[in-house]
Every structure is written in C-alpha cells, then in structure tokens.
C-alpha cells in the first residue's frame, strides 16, 4: 500500500515497488507474531480486573464511619435545645477557666440542692435533715394536700424545671430529679418557714452551721429554680403570709444592703438565690448603659488606689451609700461605698461573676465593679490607703489577703462591653493623674500641709522669704540711689 501510493504520485520505480512491499510483509507479520505472544502471556498469566473483593476492607471502613456519624446524628438531634429550653435556662456549672481559680468558692460545703451535687459523699449528713424537715412539711400541709397530689405536682413540673439548668442530659432519671426537688424543696421551705422562730430545728441554730448553709444556698451550681419553689409553696400554704418572696428576703437579709422590699416586678425577675443576691448589688434606680470596648485597655484605670492618693485625688468612703456599685468622682474626690472584706466575700462575688458570664454577658455590673476594684489594688500599700480612708472594712489577716482576693476576682474573665459611668470614671480619674501640675499641688499639700504644724511652720518660712527679699530690694535701692 505504501508502495501503490508513492507510484501514484510518480516518485518510485518498480523495483523500489518490490521492496517496499518487502519491508511492509515483514513488519505486519512481526506485529502479528508479537500480539500471538502477548494473549498467550496473558492466557498464562490473567490479570485480575478490580473487583469489589479487591477493596472489601476500605469499603467496610467507610460503612462504619458512616454507620457512626449516623449514631451521632441521631444522638444529637435529641440533644439539641429548642428555643424554649434555652430561653428557660438560668442555672450552669460554673465554667472551668474560672472554677480552677478557686474550686471551694463554687462547691457547698454541707447542703446539697439540685441535681448537680446530687450524691456527693461529703454532703450526706444533711441528708437526714432533710428528711426530717420533709415530714414536718408533710405534716403542716396534710390538710391542704394530700402526699400523691404533691407528688403529681412536683412531677408536673419536672420539665420545666430540667429546662432549667445548661446541662439537659442531667445524669437524673425523672424519679430521681422528681425527688430530688420534692426533697430540696420542702427542705428549703421549711427553713425560711421557721428560720428565726422558737420552734426551728436545734441542730441548726448553731451560728456556723447557718452560716454555712446560707453561703451553700448562694451558689450558683447549688440551685433550685425560684418559680418552683414559690408554687410549691403557693400549692402547700394557699393561704399563708407572707409570701414566700418575703420569707426569701428575711433570710437573705444580711446581703441586702440596700433594703429592698419584694414587689412584683423583682418576684417576676428572680431567677434563684444566686440571681437575688446579684439583684441585691444593683443600683435600684436603673442600670447604667453599657459601653462597648473599641480598644483594648481603654476601659481600664491606669492607677491604683496609692498612685491616685500621691496625684492628688482625694479618697473618700461614702458610708452612707447602700449601693457598692454606685461610684462617683468629681473635682477630684473619688467617692467609693464601704465594702465589708470578710471569710465570704470571695466566694460570693466569684459566684455572681461567674452567673454574669453565663447569664448575663452585656450586662455584667458586678463583674464591671470588680474589674474597677482589680484596678486600683496592686498591692497591700493600695489595701491600706483604702483602708486608712475608711473605703475597705477589713476582717481578713492582713492586707495581702485582700490583695490577692480582689487580683483574683477578674481573672479568665471575657467581658465585651463596661459599664458607661465607670468608664467616665476611669477616663476621668487617669487625665487627672496624668496632670503634672495636680501631682505638685499633691507633693505640696503632702510633703509642707500635712498637719498644723507643718502649715504654721510653711507659712512661717514662706513670709520670712518675702521679708528677705523685700529688704533685699531695699537694699539694692539704696545703694543706686547713693
């Protein structure tokens, strides 16, 4: 064929016809020998095509990560929190960044309530306290409720009250939560019921016990939903008063420094303990607006409490403001409420910090005032300026301690916005300090009017300089003029 088609266009003679017919026979007869070959190299030696036996064991690998992801899936579909659970929940484990600072701060020591420390083997003494005062609730309500209406009541209830808390998979069956509230509850109820009166258990009445049991009832992991208890006692005493709001604010009255009396609006707002004693700290004339961060650090006061005194700003205990978050400066006196510095105090602030972080992240006043507090104590010279001006009532052993609580409280705290007047505050308080002329003003006053005498003894000197040198001037006078 290659042969045909170059006589075609002229360019070979027959001979070279005859060749190239050759050379055509003798490699088509080669590549028909070496395909022979191959099929029967391939005959010897079948290849096996790939088949799903080949890649059984992959195969089964993705069937089982599948098999798995399904299971989780499944599993967290019924874990997902509707809008309503979440809207309910009001009472979290404290976070751990902030329960390692300080583990004792968020544990009870004696009383167990709620599920959380449900079982804990350190509280079981109180168990039987508990029982007890169960049949003397039992007992007072007999005439108004029968033991299986109670209990229908409180099993009715255990949804909403499971809602409640951030973890919904409470290792609490519903028998088990039911009589963990029935219990807890009526514990509670009888305790503010007779907490005060002749009749109250002995065992209690011992100072430290009840104090213990207060500061358990303040923590934030140790709560039983307010609405709950206020039915449960509605259910049981229909006719009682005063209402259990007001038995709730007799027993938390130490912490109520600024009197407040039960009303509806804070009956509706009370979360539990934990979220009264923070309503017990707020300004009762309105929350101050909020102030979002726009650069890191500008809402901190750059000046502790002995760097203000040495600039010049005066501090002064406002002893007759009930409110310790009310704070005020103006033509450089910085007014700060008394605060009481005791066994209890770090554990209640970190509990009310630590609800803010979960509960109440944009509106986070404590932990704003903590953050102030952080701010002017360094050290325990800051502790004892404070001290000295009356502003820090110290029952601790020294003012290290003191130191360390307050340099403590802010610590692994997220906060993403400040209390506006603070901010006023802290922006007003550091261009004071930053002032040179009202640093001299302060060296004068502190180093030549410190007392009478040092003021008597300045003016003294002050005059006889003005005397030299008027007889100075005299002096030079006369000589120009002789």
């Not at 874990?79 to 583990?103: D, F, G, K």
């Not at 709001?245 to 039960?262: A, C, G, M, S, V």
């Not at 009481?340 to 992240?361: G, K, L, S």
């Amino acid at each position: 064929m290659v042969g045909s088609a170059l006589e075609d266009i002229g360019l070979v003679s027959q001979d070279f016809q005859d060749v190239s017919f050759c050379w055509v026979w003798h490699t088509c007869n080669a590549v028909a020998h070496r395909e022979i070959e191959d099929k029967q190299d391939m005959a010897d030696h079948p290849l096996t095509p790939p088949s799903v036996s080949s890649n059984q064991p992959h195969d089964q690998m993705v069937q089982d990560i599948i098999v798995d992801i399904e299971a989780i899936l499944h599993e967290s579909e019924g874990n997902l929190w509707s809008t309503e659970s979440s809207s309910c929940c009001c009472i979290y484990r404290v976070p751990q960044a902030l329960h390692q600072q300080n583990r004792e701060a968020y544990t009870p020591k004696i009383v167990s309530i709620g599920p959380f420390h449900y079982g804990n083997p350190r509280l079981q003494n109180m168990e039987t306290h508990k029982h007890i005062f169960f049949k003397r609730f039992a007992e007072r309500v007999k005439e108004t409720l029968t033991l299986e209406e109670l209990v229908r009541f409180v099993e009715k209830s255990e949804p909403r009250v499971r809602a409640c808390y951030s973890e919904k998979n409470i290792k609490l069956s519903k028998k088990e939560l039911v009589k963990v509230m029935l219990m807890d509850g009526s514990f509670i109820i009888e305790l503010f019921y007779g907490f005060g009166s002749l009749n109250f258990d002995p065992n209690l009445k011992k100072p430290w016990l009840m104090n213990t049991i207060i500061i358990d009832l303040i923590l934030l992991e140790n709560q039983l939903p307010f609405f709950f208890l206020d039915e449960l006692f509605n259910l049981s005493f229909p006719s009682y008063v005063p209402s259990f709001t007001k038995l709730t604010f007799n027993f938390f009255t130490y912490f109520n420094r600024q009197n407040l009396e039960p009303n509806p609006n804070i009956n509706v707002a009370i979360k539990h303990f934990t979220d009264l004693l923070r309503t017990f700290h707020l300004q009762s004339f309105g929350k101050p607006h909020r102030q979002w961060f726009v650069l890191p650090g500008n809402h901190v006061l750059l000046y502790s409490a002995r760097k203000l005194h040495e600039a010049g700003v005066k501090l002064k205990a406002n002893i007759n403001e009930n409110c310790l978050l009310n704070l005020k400066f103006s033509k450089g006196v910085f007014e700060i409420p008394q605060v009481m510095v005791e066994d209890n105090t770090e554990t209640m602030f970190r509990n009310m910090i630590a609800f803010e972080q979960c509960h109440y992240p944009y509106e986070s006043y404590i932990t704003d005032y903590a953050l102030l507090l952080d701010c002017l104590i360094d050290t325990s010279e800051d502790v004892d300026v404070l001290v000295h001006k009356g502003i820090i009532c110290n029952c601790l052993a020294d003012s290290n301690d003191v130191a360390k609580l307050f340099n403590g409280l802010w610590k692994n705290v997220t906060q993403m916005n400040f209390n506006s007047d603070y901010f006023e505050i802290c922006k007003k308080l550091n261009g004071f300090c930053s002032d040179p002329w009202n640093g001299k003003k302060a060296t004068l006053r502190r180093d030549y009017c410190k007392t009478p005498w040092q003021i008597a003894a300045s003016i003294a000197g002050i005059l006889l300089l003005l005397l030299t040198l008027v007889q100075t001037i005299c002096s030079v006078i006369q000589v120009a003029q002789a």
